[in-house]
């Protein structure tokens, strides 16, 4: 089973508004990534978290970890064409780096 | 930040030949690389880890003999695909830390711009 769930799989809203995606981990997290890649093309840094409660911003995209460390969600205000995308979620399991299913972005103008 | 370049960006080849794909960091050394799969709609899978001095570990299920791994140096992983299949096409993306990989702390992964293999 994936050990990290995104949701939604993929979304499609109307430019200027808000959206959420989530990622939940059945074990806690020691690192939370979050990632955003164009279909075909190489992956973008987004955020990452550590610590429980902990929440970071960039621009319009606000990414927080809850006080468990078991769930993560990324807040996009004010959504514009170029936030389209893939956005990944992304847990350091020992070194290496495991993924979410992902959540596809659509933005229409 | 720390640069990841693979190459081929993208390559075709026929069925039962065998593709190399190179992963470089750039601008720092990298002792472990990460080689991930990725099919159409889906998320990256991780294929296995590439150790510079030593033998590359593989996740469950990938075939070691036909995805052939090899970390000549500090700045470069090699990916082989071996006897490719049409069911082989797909993006690969190789991932290095700048840093200590499996340390205790963060180290941010730095992912190359992927190579996409078709096997006709």
């Known amino acids: 089973s994936q050990e990290l769930e995104q949701s939604p799989q993929s979304l499609i809203v109307q430019e200027g508004k808000n959206l959420t995606i989530n990622c939940t981990s059945s074990k806690t997290l020691y690192g939370l990534y979050w990632y955003k890649q164009k279909y075909g093309e190489g992956l973008i840094f987004l955020m990452m978290l550590q610590k429980g409660g902990e929440e970071k911003s960039h621009e319009k995209i606000t990414a927080k970890l809850d006080e468990k460390k078991q769930q993560s969600s990324l807040h996009i205000t004010a959504s514009q064409p170029s936030h389209a995308g893939i956005y990944l979620c992304g847990a350091d399991k020992g070194g290496k780096l495991i993924f979410g299913q992902g959540t596809e972005l659509s933005v229409k103008p | 930040g720390a640069v990841v370049s693979q190459h081929p960006s993208w390559v075709i080849c026929k069925s039962g030949t065998s593709v190399k794909i190179e992963c470089r960091s750039l601008d720092f050394q990298a002792t472990t690389m990460f080689w991930y799969r990725q099919f159409p709609k889906q998320s990256l899978m991780l294929m296995a880890t590439s150790n510079e001095g030593s033998k590359a570990t593989y996740e469950q299920g990938v075939e070691k003999d036909k995805f052939l791994i090899n970390h000549a140096s500090l700045t470069l992983s090699t990916l082989t695909v071996t006897s490719a299949h049409p069911e082989d096409s797909s993006f690969y993306i190789c991932?290095?830390?700048?840093?200590?990989?499996?340390?205790?702390?963060?180290?941010?992964?730095?992912f190359g711009p992927g190579t996409r293999l078709t096997v006709l």
């Open positions: 991932s290095a830390p700048n840093g200590l990989a499996g340390g205790p702390t963060y180290n941010e992964q730095f």
